[in-house]
């Protein structure tokens, strides 16, 4: 099964479900989510961006994660799209292709650990991330 994300309505606030088969899956359709919303790009994916990032565990290494693409992408102005992402326990490392883009548009300010989940059922990664707009 493919991953995906789904956006569901929440006062003042973006609540995000993403669903994968593997956690690297789920932290790359993370990262592709903030891509998409990011803005309009401006040109081609232009130069390649690594991060790591270590967290005390793995679902606050994923709101980490995304406060890291959102800070990142709004300063460059350019959208974060994952080419490598690999999640070992609670440290993260990912090649990123960055995407200049004409202005950002993105409406979430951070991600926040209210509510904050990522559980394995099923076999499937599953993850609820509360993000302030």
């Not at 991953?3 to 973006?14: E, F, G, L, N, P």
Request: charged share 25%; with cysteine.
């Amino acid at each position: 099964m493919r991953a995906c994300t789904r956006q569901i309505a929440h006062t003042a606030d973006v609540m995000i479900t993403i669903h994968a088969d593997t956690l690297d899956e789920l932290f790359a359709e993370a990262a592709r989510f903030i891509a998409r919303y990011a803005g309009p790009p401006a040109g081609d994916p232009d130069y390649p961006v690594d991060l790591r990032l270590d967290a005390s565990d793995t679902a606050t290494l994923l709101a980490d994660w995304l406060n890291e693409l959102l800070a990142r992408s709004e300063i460059a102005c350019a959208a974060l799209a994952p080419y490598a992402v690999t999640v070992a326990g609670s440290t993260l490392t990912a090649r990123m292709r960055a995407t200049p883009l004409r202005e950002w548009r993105c409406p979430l300010k951070a991600a926040t650990y209210h509510d904050l989940r990522l559980e394995r059922r099923n076999g499937r990664w599953r993850a609820q991330v509360l993000c302030d707009a």
